[in-house]
């Protein structure tokens, strides 16, 4: 277990060789920053009938690059309320989680015909991630809760109202959806019996067949979108920022380089995510079916592919979804998708265990379809809560106006 650099006696070339994997971990993840912003900026464009950034480089290749010397040159401004150290401490903790979250994803390694998933660089055999702890999945959940203190400090130390209602927004936002998502981890954790981020990549090897979304039942992969856009606060979901009421929420205070870090740190998040969901549902660098064809393509082009993919939809979310009521939110994600998640996980560790029965066949089918039932019970409340709450709102629009 663990890299194979850092098995037994470590010399100054295996620290120099780590120091190499981390230093390009890091600029990768600013790249695949700067590229996001300027692929949202082109993509949305196209899908509201508009050209995008166009002026600066080729096909606006660079504008993300002027926005950031702008931002770097702009007035840095403090407000005389806020806590001077918190203030500036919020933005680096939502940037610096992000980039750690990137370090245990698997971009690259030999993972066909039984391979242990290494890569040979300057003649060492390692792995093709920064990092490979035994409890990597559990370093991705803890990054992921932390992120959202970003967001709730500098809310709180800006020393002001709106602020301060994005950062509460932000905690009610991240409990309501932290549980759906880490059920859906532990779904695959579950199937593939490890939580090495490496592990489970391994035990996608073979083809599609045994990527995670398939393996899990498709549910658990369904809710950790959801989840996860909730948790990126990314449309429908961004009600953090909100600008018609709260005027940009918790960033509302921050000028110049601090607030170009949460606008880097947003879209470093949605990158990371959109990793993250490769590593557990869709087999990481692995292609979707094991073919003398397409073994020539290395594994970091299925990984960037794949990555791609779940960018579009993060992009589409945003220019098709009008946002959701803060009611709406809250419904969904104690509502539906909590109990759908517990109630497939359960279904999903009885049929392993049911499995072990030769005699069990009946039992499986009424465990599946206890567990539909479960979700479509559950979506039928969230949707009888949602047609409660818009009678109660057309009668306090009614009532207002017979006031007048």
């Not at 960033?251 to 995510?273: C, G, K």
């Not at 279904?347 to 567990?371: F, K």
Request: charged share 15%.
């Amino acid at each position: 277990m663990g890299d194979p650099l850092l098995r037994g006696n470590v010399d100054w070339g295996d620290v120099f060789l780590m120091a190499a994997k981390v230093g390009f971990g890091f600029v990768v993840g600013l790249l695949a920053t700067v590229f996001m912003v300027w692929f949202e900026r082109k993509l949305i464009g196209r899908m509201q009938n508009r050209v995008g950034p166009k002026e600066a480089g080729p096909f606006g290749m660079l504008q993300s690059l002027a926005d950031g010397i702008k931002f770097f040159f702009k007035e840095d401004l403090r407000p005389a309320n806020a806590d001077p150290l918190i203030f500036r401490l919020a933005p680096y903790i939502a940037t610096v989680t992000a980039l750690l979250s990137l370090s245990v994803v698997p971009i690259a390694g030999d993972f066909s015909n039984g391979g242990d998933g290494t890569v040979s660089l300057f003649g060492q055999r390692t792995y093709g991630m920064v990092a490979d702890p035994p409890a990597g999945i559990l370093f991705l959940l803890a990054m992921s809760s932390i992120a959202v203190y970003g967001v709730m400090l500098a809310g709180w130390s800006s020393g002001s109202k709106y602020p301060l209602l994005g950062s509460v927004r932000a905690s009610a936002q991240a409990i309501s959806y932290e549980a759906a998502l880490g059920l859906a981890v532990v779904a695959v954790v579950l199937v593939s019996g490890t939580l090495s981020t490496h592990g489970i990549v391994m035990e996608q090897a073979g083809g599609i067949r045994n990527w995670g979304f398939l393996s899990t039942g498709l549910l658990p992969f369904v809710i950790f979108l959801i989840a996860a856009t909730a948790e990126l606060n990314r449309p429908p979901f961004d009600l953090v920022e909100a600008e018609q009421e709260l005027v940009g929420g918790f960033h509302t205070e921050y000028a110049s380089i601090r607030f170009a870090l949460f606008f880097l740190a947003e879209f470093m998040n949605v990158v990371t995510m959109s990793a993250i969901m490769v590593t557990i549902f869709c087999g990481g660098p692995l292609p979707p079916f094991e073919s003398d064809i397409i073994s020539w393509i290395p594994g970091p082009i299925w990984f960037v592919a794949k990555v791609m993919v779940f960018l579009f939809i993060f992009v589409w979310f945003r220019a098709t979804l009008p946002r959701l009521r803060y009611d709406q939110l809250m419904n969904l994600g104690w509502k539906v998708m909590i109990p759908a998640a517990l109630g497939w996980l359960l279904a999903l560790s009885s049929i392993r265990l049911a499995r072990l029965d030769e005699n069990s066949d009946w039992n499986l089918v009424i465990l599946i379809g206890g567990g539909l039932l479960l979700f479509a019970v559950s979506l039928a409340l969230l949707l009888v809560a949602i047609r409660a709450g818009d009678r109660t709102y057309d009668a306090e629009l009614e009532a207002e106006a017979s006031r007048r």
